[in-house]
């Protein structure tokens, strides 16, 4: 793969409420190399999305701070920036994909204004018939049928699939280095969100960007991404290539996820079920946040938290199942 | 085994006015355009579709939220449209339901205790308080609660236990019939296993029979014995879950398999993605509904209807080129 478009290190996002801290992110750690696709798994308020809102610096202040860490895009740490200068950065190199599109449309403004805005706002002014053309070209482009007579459309003529297509287009239209889409297919029907999968696989080839696509379905992350980061309680569980984590994964978090999935064509009496419920912030179990959940779960496990071992060609997972020698 | 639940040939319009003054009456939404399929007792039965497909019109129809146009219902061998009052609120009493928000569906200002047992205190004036605790206590048991919720409020509780209490609610009049409509999708990949399984166990052991709507097709094909598909209205496809989930017939129910997101990396999907998007069913298109997305119609498809047939055993389609799919599989 090739080069290292953007590394975490060590990433804390600190949520300071009235009845106390919430580390919904605490110590990310993580890479997107140019031409890739991570996905990053987890289940609701695991920290997923805070993480995102933190690599474009848009996290909800002020309850919300970046409390520690680096963010090197392209060499550059995102954190030292100031906001004139990520505002450069936002919609023109790094981009996002939300997953409710009628949130990111204006509801009174045509398709055609809110997509040249996106050429407007990055600075490149261009005479009136030539910007037509960009934005019928880019809407051309993420399969909007005949683009050029629904530019006069608002959004709401729109159908859940073009809507989101269309925030697709003003993504792309900057031609970013790094797509962020966070759940982009959820309120997508089936065929649709299949259609929509196959968009962003298709754009990110073809430009060759980085891409982060966050999810809560296994099954996404299998058919679009590269590599796959597992969050559990505001940290990273599991790290690795699709294939290899899908395989043999050796988080017991990630390892129970993927059989509590109900699978066509394989029929069990019972569902293998993970108990309990996912912890809440404030009131975290001691040692590893997984314990009281885990089916392999160890004395050591209730003490410490596991760091991150490594287990075979980059894959690392947090867990003292993986601890060689004597626990 | 005979059904409990029987839809025959119903029809659900919805009249769309213009606005204005008249009110005039300018188009028809053909929400259910002719379903017809039964349900067993003690089994689960499965619909599946897209939004707009009409699958939670059905459930409505049901639930006697709204009247049909033409056809008829027919429950525990008694003609529902021909119900008297005191039949309704028997009715109510046998048929309960789940939806997909339980969030939503609890009173936020009522306490758990209250939430569960209202079904009973509706249905029966006279009842002491403390028979109504115990039958409450009962109720949280079956669904895996503790009794110490019992004065919590909603908001104190997680998704996952706000789903069990929905079922609880849903259990206390003991009820033949339980319409389970998209019971997991809003809740996590690990809470899923659980109320999937809960729910399994609770059918089998009060002989319940469940009416499910969702358009997960891996959870459906887990939790079902029988399936409808549907599309713009009609049921395109049904049969015994497991048969239809062997042979899928239609081309329909094999784009939504293979548009399913699988957990297997580098899969090769069979078939190419489905073009376009579902239907208006303000104006449904002409012949089979599902002609403009289908990559094997032909004149024929775009004129006439296709009627369901059977095709194999325990197994109907409505597709003109049934025939021919089922020899290319």
Redesign the interface.
Known sequence: MGETLLLVEDLKTHCFTRAGVIKAVDGVSFFVNRGEALGIVG??GCGKSMTCASIVRLVPQPAARIVGGKILFAGDDLLTKDESEMREIRGNKITMILQDPLMSLNPVYTIGNQVSEMFKLHGRKLPRPTMKQKVVEVLTRVKIPSAENRLKDYPFQF?G??RQRTVAAMAIAGEPRLLIADEPTTSL???????F??LLKEMQEQTNMGLILVT????????TCDRIVVMYAGKIVESGD??RV??GPAHPYTE???Q??????V??K??????G??PHFLNLPSGCSFWP?CHKVMDICRREYPPSFPVEDGRQAACWQLKKGDV | MQPLLELKEVYKYFPISSGGFLRKKVKTLKAVDGVSFSIKEGTSFALAGESGSGKTTISRLVLLLEKPTHGSLVFENKEVQQFTKQDVSWYRTRVQAVFQDAAGSLNTRMRIKDIVGEPLVAQQKRLSPKKLTEKVEEMLGLVGLSSAVLDNYPHELSGGQKQRVAIARAMILNPSLVILDEPVSSLDVSIRAQILNLLADIQERLGLTYFIIAHDLAMLGHVSAQIGVMYLGKIIEIGNTDEVYANPLHPYTRALFAAMPRPEPGRVKEIPALQGEIGSPLDPPPGCRFHPRCQFAVDHCRKTRPLLLEMRPDHQVACHKADSLSATM
Do not use: K, N, W
């Open positions: 289940e609701s159908s699939g073009m029907d089936v065929t649709i969100q299949d259609q999968l196959l809560h379905d296994l099954g996404i992350v299998a058919q699709v294939p899908y395989g129970a996820l993927l509590a999935l109900p699978r066509i064509g029929r069990h019972r569902l293998f079920q993970i108990g419920e996912p959940r």
